[in-house]
């Protein structure tokens, strides 16, 4: 069911995408999404305060023994949570990211449930060596 949804959802950009169908127009709307993808997160820090950045370097004793271990030493540096109005903006931004992903999958004839699919399958067999 979860390939027909994702396979559906390219269906419907390959349709919908009328204006910029050129490789050029999608890869800098794709690039222009993820931009504001950027743009967006920094607002909520910047300009609503509902997130906020505490960031500095990660110190790692020297007893660690396990990646488990190594794992509690571990910080986003994200503080708070994003407020009703900045999730909206964010979702908002990925989803367009999505979009232009599924009309770059169009253009190149790929499939995105496959990447998908393939990226798990990567991640899954290489676990923490897959270094992402």
């Known amino acids: 069911m979860k390939d027909l949804l994702c396979d559906e959802f ?3 950009v390959g349709e919908l995408l009328i204006r910029h169908h050129s490789i050029l127009d999608v890869l800098s709307k794709l690039s222009e999404s993820s931009a504001r993808i950027n743009r967006a997160i920094c607002k909520s820090v910047t300009d609503c305060g509902c997130l906020s950045i505490d960031a500095k370097k990660v110190q ?3 007893h660690v023994n396990s990646l488990e271990d190594l794992k509690k030493f571990l910080d986003s540096h994200l503080r708070g949570t994003l407020c009703p109005e900045c999730e ?3 979702i908002s931004e990925l ?3 999505l979009f232009y992903t599924a009309a770059l999958c169009n253009l190149l004839g790929l499939n995105l449930y496959d990447i998908f699919i393939a990226e798990y399958k990567k991640a899954t067999a290489l676990g923490v060596f897959n270094l992402t």
């Open 60 to 62: 790692f004793p020297d």
């Open 88 to 90: 909206d903006i964010v």
């Open 10 to 12: 390219q269906n419907v």
């Open 95 to 97: 989803g367009k990211s």
